[in-house]
């Protein structure tokens, strides 16, 4: 697996992982499919708070995606932080998840 910084291209890419999700099960939260434009400012402003956000290809292709954000909008949860990931539903069980996670925590504290 290749990882690296998303870009707004990868819009559509993430759009396929993250629609399956929308359209098949309830851990979105979301009950309409998520449009590329849509996603595209949704990365945008991870982007422009300093999150890092990563996708992760399998030969060329968007296979999963991660990103830390804002747990919470309140004061209190300033400090709170939440890591997502969405993997491709056919690659899930194979370990790409944990690389992800482990690039991304590595990202983070080498930072801090």
């Not at 996603?39 to 992760?56: A, S, T």
């Amino acid at each position: 697996m290749k990882i690296r910084k998303v870009t707004l291209e990868d819009a559509k890419g993430i759009c396929d992982i993250y629609n399956y999700y929308v359209e098949n099960t309830a851990v979105t939260f979301e009950t309409a499919v998520v449009s590329i434009d849509e996603m595209q400012q949704r990365i945008k402003g991870f982007l422009d708070e300093g999150f890092p956000y990563y996708v992760g290809e399998i030969n060329g292709k968007i296979a999963g995606y991660c990103y830390l954000h804002n747990w919470n909008n309140r004061c209190a949860y300033s400090s709170t932080k939440e890591v997502t990931i969405y993997l491709d539903k056919d690659i899930q069980g194979k370990g790409f998840g944990t690389i992800l996670y482990q690039y991304l925590f590595k990202e983070i504290t080498s930072v801090h």
